[in-house]
């Protein structure tokens, strides 16, 4: 997938500098022409608040240390800015500012969902000064993906603040998530025990108990709002058969599913389906976790991986609008990780009619992991509701 390497962004930036020295001096040439008309009709006032505009410090700075100031800004900043004249309302409109802020930023965003994933054309599409403006709004693309502007246009509050005194004195089922992927196995530190050991991050509440002979064990954890999950742990096959393949430097025989091939047109198509006893996980969960290898110095089949997701969520062994978070997970901080926004296009996630969020996450320290499993459980509680 093509991600605005540095020199596209070197181009685009090189003609947002462009764009914003021909909007300065259009400014200019039009406040100069104002101040003419005036003087040619004597000292009456201005006709439109516009014409009564003053030069800014700000404006009078070079364009390049412009661009660097505007760089820094958050995009309800920009928009603030925007509101302060009319060549700063021009200027933080041009969609080219938009496409660079987005290319620059969007690697490091740390989660995306179905509703603010953009579209992968925004990426991969070729630099054009020209097409960009007739075919996309950089501007509302940005505001809709951008993790704090989603944080800060949710209605929903935070799943701490659900939970009221009268619904406490109800007592409810655990919610029961299916936890499965080749981030459980792969990875140099194992996300499943440093979620075991870590009770200032998520309290153990209750032990393991055998859900699968083998390959499933189910374990409950209290968040500190006292809410209380289950994450039944789905591994591709037995943990000897697993440390095994691991000291052969081989890949384990993945149990959990088996393979059917059909015919699609002139292509042989790869679909799997689940054995017995993972079919009777899908069929009581609540939702789904699924736990993506993210180190991108590492080879992923991620054809195979989202056929697999779609063996665990097929609507005939539930409700179809479950709901998916996935871990983009590696195991380090100091890893180099494929963005989430790269994570969910490679997975094809768009393809998916139920919710489903993707969240950076780090074995090690299990940052990330808390977000995501809010959301799962916000998600659930919505539901719910319905």
């Keep these: 997938m093509a991600a605005g390497g540095a020199e596209e962004r070197g181009g685009l930036e090189a003609a947002v500098r462009g764009r914003l020295r021909i909007l300065r001096e259009r400014w200019r040439r039009r406040t100069r022409e104002r101040g003419v008309n005036t003087a040619f009709a004597g000292s009456s006032p201005p006709s439109f608040p516009e014409e009564a505009e003053k ?48 290319l620059r930023d969007l690697p490091f965003w740390t989660s995306v969902d179905w509703k603010s994933l953009p579209d992968v054309e925004i990426f991969n599409k070729a630099f054009s000064e020209v097409s960009d403006n007739a075919l996309y709004d950089y501007m509302a693309v940005y505001k809709k993906s951008c993790p704090q502007s989603r944080r800060m246009k949710s209605s ?27 981030g459980l196995e792969e990875l140099d530190d194992s996300l499943v025990q440093k979620m075991m050991t870590c009770p200032e991050i998520l309290l153990l509440a209750g032990l393991p108990q055998r859900q699968i002979h083998g390959i499933g064990s189910g374990v409950s954890f209290q968040l500190n709002n006292n809410q209380k999950f289950n994450i039944l742990t789905l591994y591709s096959t037995t943990s000897a058969e697993r440390r095994r393949a691991k000291a052969e430097q081989a890949v384990a025989v993945n149990k959990m599913f088996y393979q059917e091939n059909s015919i699609i047109g002139n292509q042989q198509a790869v679909h799997y389906s689940v054995i ?37 969520i097929d609507p005939a062994l539930g409700p179809p609008n479950r709901p998916l978070l996935v871990l983009s997970c590696v195991s380090h901080t100091d890893v180099k990780r494929i963005p989430c926004v790269y994570m969910a296009h490679q997975l094809q ?36 509701a319905q």
């Design 55 to 102: 030069v800014s410090a700000l404006q009078t700075l070079p364009i390049d240390v412009q661009l660097n100031i505007m760089s820094y800004l958050s995009p309800q900043d920009l928009c603030h800015l925007g509101s302060t004249s009319c060549y700063w309302r021009a200027a933080v409109q041009d969609p080219l500012l938009w496409r660079y802020f987005l």
């Design 156 to 182: 929903r509050p935070r799943y701490g603040a659900v939970t009221s005194f009268l619904q406490s004195l109800v007592t409810q089922a655990e919610p029961r998530f299916a936890m499965f992927g080749p």
């Design 276 to 312: 017995a006893q993972v079919k009777k996980v899908c069929e009581v969960v609540d939702g789904f976790i699924y736990v993506a290898n993210a180190e991108a110095h590492k080879k992923h089949d991620r054809q195979e991986e989202l056929a697999r997701i779609l063996a665990m």
């Design 349 to 384: 996630l768009n393809l998916l009619h139920q919710p489903w969020m993707v969240q950076d996450t780090v074995a090690a320290t299990l940052a990330g992991l808390i977000n995501g499993i809010e959301w799962l459980l916000e998600e659930e509680n919505c539901k719910n």
